[in-house]
């Protein structure tokens, strides 16, 4: 029978690895070629609002295949539940038979998305960070900051959120990791002062636009994962000096390129592959004032090497 | 945490179960729009040769949506593994959140493939008849059998497959379920003598010839659920007088529909819904000679209702 393993066993298990360099690894494999990734499945509901993603995929001649189920019902803290949760499924490439279960609640996905983020930054923000500014106050937000740790220095920080209660308890967490937080609910404010800003929202309508941006920023947009989801006035994708999708295919259809290229604000030549950038092994900005965005939509090679590496992990582990 | 349930437990809940009705309910809901049900998705691997289908969906409004995921690895059984494998996976509708883990193992895929052969049975075979014919020796071909007792009376049954052991395993199983059986290695010879026809085979090439049908027979087609299999020579479409598809949507992407509809030898409006047959609530067809013919793919919402109903039996029983 297959082995089913829960969110504590997992978080134990996930500890000691070395994951940004397994989804590093994912990503060059993803822009070689070497990964199938069938089209994201989507199941939407209206009442309450909700979205379940089926991200799935395998490296070509590996052991395993995964299939990741995520959803974000994002009226679930009104009931005291979190927004997101899910699971992730290990099965063996050579028969199809489930191995593993991973019942994370939606933490992997969580954690392989802030990793995501802790790349695009490693190769993409400015040198000199002088301010993160972090758009929104949700459990990506905590996160996405957490995982820029390894890659800047800068603890200066600047959140931007619509509710007062939530910007408060963003500080006062983040405090405790060792940030010192500025909050605000003017999104102007933040990006004027920010070099390095992560946006984290569901919303549908930017929230930053292309006046406010400072010459050599770098902005990782991982909110918009559906088409009708957009944080980043397009018009910063067409001043941007470099685009970067984690995927080319999927970023066609949904995230802040989809948007950029239905208004015409950017054609599709303009966008490069995180894997590409990854690839070159440095820093992929040429001069300081250069404005880079990376646009995550969050692929399935994620979900395959976070899981692949937990499983193997646990693998040793009674259930 | 979310409940699992393994696969006596839910061959426990199953039994007493109306699965019949559900599916027929199922089948009238989503011909009537009621049912989302995204493009199945599917992952295909080649060494070894194997296919993966996730299907998912809900019915609006209802507690719950089901993601199905099954496998078959067509090579397994050489390694004493059953080919096909799988589980269901039951969420809230509410709050995403996963509720139930049916470890089926591909069992309720098998249930609920065989409920809509009975199902097709029931509404389109002839009201006489003489022989049924089963095209294959695998486990579709024992359950497709059994599943039709409800519906027809007779015992004459006529067995084709390529290996003559597997055919007499299928005759020395079947006949301990009240049936006789023929064997043959002859797909003409069964179909000449058959006038109830169920094919389950993953042949990629027609196995059945549009010459050998003989007036009033009724052929279920299950075995193709991929768009390169075809167990039907695509001229028996051209000459059925009814063409049924369990989805027209999906029929147009895979299966036999498919295959004709690219030869040309049918058209797009040819093919009725199954769930607009069974909304009829009698016979479909109107002369004893009639030629019909129905093309299941299998829809998710056969998985939603199956799910569901085991589910619901299982929410009061000790995990």
């Excluded at 066993?9 to 994912?26: F, H, T, V, Y």
């Excluded at 990854?278 to 399935?300: H, M, P, W, Y």
Aim: hydrophobic share 40%; net charge negative; with cysteine.
């Amino acid at each position: 029978m297959s082995k089913v393993f829960s969110l504590s066993q997992i978080k134990n298990a996930l500890k000691p690895l070395d994951i940004s360099c397994a989804i590093e690894n994912g990503f060059t494999a993803y822009s070689r070629g070497e990964v199938v990734v069938p089209p994201v499945g989507e199941l939407l509901f209206d009442d309450p609002p909700g979205d379940t993603h089926i991200k799935y995929g395998y490296i070509k001649g590996a052991e395993h295949y995964v299939i990741k189920i995520a959803s974000g019902f994002y009226k679930n803290p009104l009931v005291g539940l979190p927004s997101s949760s899910g699971l992730m499924l290990v099965f063996s490439q050579k028969t199809g038979a489930l191995d593993t279960i991973l019942l994370d609640e939606g933490f992997l996905t969580d954690v392989r998305t802030a990793v995501a983020g802790q790349i695009a930054a490693k190769y993409l923000a400015p040198d000199n960070v002088e301010c993160i500014g972090i758009v929104g106050t949700g459990i990506q937000a905590h996160m996405q900051l957490e995982y820029l740790k390894p890659v800047t220095d800068c603890k200066q920080v600047i959140v931007w959120g619509r509710s007062t209660p939530n910007l408060q308890m963003f500080k006062s967490d983040m405090e405790g990791h060792g940030f010192e937080i500025a909050i605000t609910t003017d999104a102007k404010e933040l990006t004027s002062n920010c070099n390095l800003i992560v946006t984290t929202t569901p919303s549908e309508k930017p929230v930053i636009m292309a006046d406010w941006v400072k010459p050599g920023t770098h902005i990782t947009a991982m909110g918009s994962d559906i088409s009708k989801k957009q944080e980043l006035d397009s018009k910063i994708l067409a001043l941007a000096d470099i685009v970067v999708a984690d995927s080319l295919v999927q970023c066609r259809e949904r995230g802040e390129i989809y948007r950029a290229l239905q208004s015409g604000d950017i054609n599709e030549a303009k966008p490069i592959e995180l894997g590409a950038v990854i690839a070159t092994g440095e820093k992929f900005r040429q001069t300081a004032n250069q404005v880079s965005i990376a646009d995550l939509t969050g692929v399935a090679i994620q979900d395959v090497q976070i899981a692949t590496a937990v499983c193997e992990a646990l693998a040793g582990l009674p259930e």
